[in-house]
């Protein structure tokens, strides 16, 4: 795990308390103490300080293994939040049995944080299936493709990386994280806003073709973090080429279209400007 990808998901779970929590693919104790302590510094020690119940599940037996265990074949219990952190790209089909694992381990009200590589080298352990999640819509059609069973209310990804010397060659490397709910508790906006949303920035590459006067702003806009909230108000931050970060709130995907083509446009009259 990056360390960047530590700190969003530090975020996603800031203020759990008294949970239980289930950690897939978590990998032994000498992975996320020593070689990545970042994990330990951002994600497991924070929880454990908030009085949470933390179990480590994997396939391999190690030391910091709580329960020894394969994703795909069969999980035990129900918890409060999953998380799920690069794990998915070493996984053996089938999916469909893996996906219907972490759904019935959740708590109707549980929170499933899943991240995994936007773009990384091939890397085994034991296996690379290659699954890689550059943006929201391959998360999204991931869920489609196994039959709608959890919403995203939260999308966000790294900034881009060399890759760790190790690999031997220079690729520019990220992750891609979703905070996602049971689909039974279906929010008021739907799957088609995230997908606006993402087509919002490949709308505002088009409009920065044609419109000269927008060039400079425009080059390269990237979606920093998507959220939806419980009342169904979409947020969203995008980052401009001058690495200003914008944001926004809208319960409409079309209007906020709208409203950040305007700021784009006029330098900001509705959106603030972020720290
Ligand atoms: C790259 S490590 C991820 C460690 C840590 N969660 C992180 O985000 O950096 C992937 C882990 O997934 C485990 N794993 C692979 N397939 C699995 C499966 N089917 N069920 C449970 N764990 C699995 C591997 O043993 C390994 O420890």
Redesign the pocket.
Known sequence: ?LEEEAKLIHRCIAGVKNKTILN????DEK??KKD?PH?WKYIMEPLIRNNNKLIN????KAKGVDVI????TMIRGTYDIILF???IE???SPFIKLINNLYNALNDDGVLII?APGVYPIHK??IDNEMRFPNIKRWVSLFEFYEDKFKIIEYCQTKEMEAPVRYGFREMVYSSIVKCVKNKKLLTTSHQQLFETDYLLLKLKEIEKKDKSDQNVLKSIKLVRLKLDVDGILSVKLMLKNKTKIKGRTDSASLFYKKILGVIRQSGALFKEMK
């Open positions: 795990m897939i693919g978590s990998s992975f996320y990545q994990i599940f994997d396939k391999k265990g394969d994703a795909t952190c690069n794990c070493h996984i053996k991240s352990d034991p």
